[in-house]
Nanobody
């Protein structure tokens, strides 16, 4: 059974930084991509950043150069460095992993990020 284990998150002041890490286990196949999404109450889950197995990265429009996704898809790990955080970044952040054939998306349980003074 595939499991995505998240670490990091917490409370940070506006302008501060946080790092989120995710490690996958239980997969006997290689993921096509891994990354992070986030969700706030009453809103749809939105893309934060993803990386494919050829290291192509995609970021949500709101990131504006503040976040950096790194990792090793073959090694089942990704890390999201978040800088210059604002209260609007407060959300539950979910690690994600995508398999192409057959298509399936896997999710972590979520880690809370709160940006507040």
């Amino acid at each position: 059974q595939v499991q995505l284990v998240e670490s990091g998150g917490g409370l940070v002041q506006p302008g501060g930084s946080l790092s989120l890490s995710c490690a996958a286990a239980g997969n006997n196949f290689r993921f096509y991509s891994m990354g992070w999404y986030r969700q706030t109450p009453g809103k749809q889950r939105e893309l934060v950043a993803t990386m494919t197995n050829d290291r192509t990265t995609e970021y949500g429009d709101f990131v504006k150069g503040r976040f950096t996704l790194s990792g090793d898809i073959a090694g089942n790990t990704v890390r999201l460095q978040m800088n210059n955080l604002t209260p609007e970044d407060t959300a539950l952040y979910y690690c994600s992993a995508r398999k192409l054939f057959p298509p399936q998306m896997y999710w972590g349980q979520g880690t809370q990020v709160t940006v507040s003074s």
